[in-house]
């Protein structure tokens, strides 16, 4: 089962930097990532996500792929990949994995104009290693799928590495 953790930042900047070391920390095999997504509070209050993958690009390769495989069968190996390329982009917009989009922009409308927050589904983690690199960030731990005891626990973890933290 993953656990969500959304931790709010004073700027996307900083938010970018957390996502970026969690994929670095997915790399060494440190923290097994569902999803990780900045939504940033833009100024004028409109909210933007910042989606580390883009169903859209991956609807529309694997269409145009597959478009193309079928086209050959019918001798029309273009038509096919620009007309499964249009579908499979079509089909990957309308498709949301990970973290609820809505969800996201509900608690995003909470953060104030100008900030950031990081959204990440975990699926596992080396604790000893992943709380005090997202940690030194600081930042605010506002939405959280575990217990009270557990996030507690964590609060610990990241104070005793950065006691400047207010995860």
Known sequence: MSNLFAIAYPDVATAQKVRDELVGLQKQKLVDLEDVVVV???EDGKIKLHQAVSNTGMGAASGALWGGVIGLLFF???LGA???GATGAAVGASTDTGVDDNFMRQVGEKLE???AAVF???RSATQDKVIPAVAQFGGELIQTSLSHDEEEHL????KAAYPASTL
Not at 155 to 158: G, K, L, S, T, V
């Open 155 to 158: 609060r610990e973890i990241a």
């Open 40 to 42: 940033e509070r833009r």
């Open 76 to 78: 029309m190996p273009f």
């Open 82 to 84: 620009a007309v499964g």
């Open 120 to 122: 990440a589904l975990v």
């Open 113 to 115: 104009p100008g900030k």
